[in-house]
């Protein structure tokens, strides 16, 4: 059973940060280069690495799309 947090995330030079808050905290980060990255659902998507998995979801489908394609220009 998935418990889902709110996280904010920024993606830059192939790194994956995320904050537990906007302008917050950094919680964790991940590299991305060379993920795969899979639509889940309508909002939802996940980015796979050879070390971990993350799940994501957005507000809006349109966001999802954003995350999507920028995840997929790695």
Request: hydrophobic residues 30%; charged residues 30%.
């Amino acid at each position: 059973n998935k418990s889902w947090k709110k996280r904010w995330f920024q993606h830059q030079n192939g790194v994956l940060q995320y904050f537990v808050s906007e302008g917050g905290k950094l919680k964790g980060e991940m590299v991305v280069r060379d993920c795969s990255v899979q639509a889940e659902g309508e909002v939802g998507f996940s980015i796979t690495t050879k070390e971990r998995s993350l799940h994501c979801k957005c507000d809006t489908r349109e966001e999802a799309g954003k995350w999507i394609t920028a995840m997929k220009k790695n």
